[in-house]
């Protein structure tokens, strides 16, 4: 068992007492300790028993940065349209501001930290599939692993008040010491049969497709996304940490997510980064136009070659480099991008891809960066806030985190935002999979129609179903 060892945290949370007695308010203190290697997944699973529903996973396509938390030390949150982005920094610079911090204080991904998401549109009526989820929504850890380019730190976060003594490190240490011991008990994890695969109102929404096509020669709209649900039910709750095995071994490409909440799991392999900030480093991708793989080398290279010369994908993808870049131009100097797409490959899917780089400007800060490009074209349309109040008249589904931000930002200002596509939200024994496409002047709809079936599948494969 990895033994975390007496440092600074005791003295750490002295401290935060005496200040919390200071400024009437809970302090936040957080340690980080360079440990020895530790299996990320079998960390989650460890966490099971005992805060199960409060778990968060991360892992960025080249796998040289994963973040694992267990328990909510804090949850920022909100069900405030306006300003919801700025209203998350707010707090949390509030509570990183006045941070007791110990231990290794310099690597990306470690210490104070938030992990969560938004809403794709905050004024979308929301239903009860997404209730459990505030439309801002990010959760502090209590322990957290980070494996950052080969070595492995833990973070312990702690809230002190007033009202606290010394004996809060004691309960901390045995709550510590006992997840940790969890992580060494071997756990076998299967999936549940799939009794029922619902497709929710697929009729609908192909008229819907045929309908807003009717309807782009009167209107400024040049693309909308409309998005669908497929419903899976199954005879037994599906356990969280199979679908991650699978996710983690099958889409390597892609960011791997899973986000508790009161018992229901956010959880999706995600090919598109909406953002990456390291430093004054910005990252960002412009991902739009899709077609399958093939079975064969030979049949994989041309539908990828039929994808760059495809006129309908390259439209639709050059409206999101546009979008990205201005962007991009906006928060950041120095926007660098290549002339013309390439392929990106995941398992079942190929994608026209476009990287975007630059230097943030001073004072320029990520979620900044999060709220101008959200949503891109690829999962809104153009123009976007015409294309946004276009979705939410026509689409039924309540999108909720589907199709939006969703990452982390520790302390420092560094952070990663994924676009929440390729995902589903699992309920116990049922799970709801998301998948969009967008319409343009010439779509037909059964052919929108295929193409969501096939961004099915890395979710239903990762659940234990086949496609029809």
């Known amino acids: 068992m990895v033994t975390i060892h007496d440092t600074e945290l005791r003295q750490g949370i002295v401290t935060a007492i005496e200040k919390s007695k200071h400024l009437s308010q809970s302090i936040m203190v957080s340690e980080v300790q360079k440990i020895e290697g530790i299996d990320p997944l079998y960390f989650f699973a460890a966490g099971r028993n005992r805060f199960l529903g409060e778990r968060f ?3 960025n396509p080249s796998g040289d940065q994963v973040i694992v938390g267990i328990g909510v030390a804090k949850q920022l949150q909100s069900d405030q349209a306006m300003g919801r982005f700025d209203r998350i920094e707010d707090e949390w610079k509030q509570l990183v501001g006045h941070a007791v911090t110990c231990g290794e204080k310099t690597i990306p991904g470690t210490g104070p930290t938030i992990f969560g998401g938004f809403a794709f549109d905050p004024l979308k009526k929301k239903t009860d599939l997404w209730s459990k989820f505030s439309d801002s929504l990010f959760h502090i850890p209590k322990y957290m692993l980070s494996f950052i380019d080969g070595e492995c730190y833990f973070t312990t976060n702690v809230f002190c008040t007033q009202h606290d003594d010394r004996e809060l490190f004691d309960k901390v240490y045995q709550d510590r010491q006992a997840l940790l011991g969890a992580v060494s008990e071997k756990q076998e994890f299967a999936y549940p049969s799939i009794v029922k695969m619902e497709e929710i109102k697929a009729d609908e929404w192909k008229k819907s497709v045929s309908s807003l096509v009717e309807s782009f020669s009167d209107s400024q709209l040049r693309k909308v996304v409309v998005a669908r649900e497929l419903r899976l039910h199954f005879e037994s709750a599906v356990q969280i940490e199979k679908v991650l095995t699978h996710l983690i071994e ?5 960011f791997i997510f899973a986000f508790e909440v009161n018992g ?16 004054t480093r910005v990252f960002s991708t412009c991902l739009a136009g899709s077609i399958a793989r093939g079975s064969t080398l030979e049949e994989d290279q041309l539908l990828g070659q039929t994808l760059l010369e495809d006129q309908k994908n390259l439209v639709e993808h050059q409206y999101v480099v546009d979008m990205i870049k201005e962007a991009m131009e906006e928060t950041c100097e120095d926007v660098t991008l290549p002339a013309e797409p390439q392929l990106m490959k995941t398992k079942y899917i190929q994608h026209l891809y476009t990287p975007v780089i630059g230097q943030s400007r001073e004072g320029t800060s990520l979620l900044e960066i999060v709220n101008r490009l959200h949503p891109t074209p690829a999962l809104g349309g153009v123009p976007k806030e015409l294309a946004v109040t276009k979705i939410r008249e026509v689409e039924e589904l309540d999108r909720g985190f589907y199709a939006a931000p969703i990452g982390w930002q520790d302390s420092r200002e560094n ?3 994924a676009v929440a596509i ?3 939200l699992i309920q ?15 779509s037909e709809a059964e052919s929108e129609y295929i193409e969501t079936s096939i961004k099915f599948r890395p979710m239903l494969t990762a659940l234990g179903g086949k496609q029809k």
């Open 250 to 254: 099958e889409q390597k490409e892609s």
């Open 264 to 279: 229901d799991c956010f959880i999706g392999a995600s090919p598109e980064r909406l953002v990456k900030k390291e430093d």
């Open 428 to 442: 116990g024994e049922e799970a709801s999979l998301f998948a969009g496409c967008g319409v343009v002047a010439d």
């Open 422 to 424: 390729r995902s589903a």
């Open 415 to 417: 952070g990663e935002f």
């Open 57 to 59: 996973f991360w892992k």
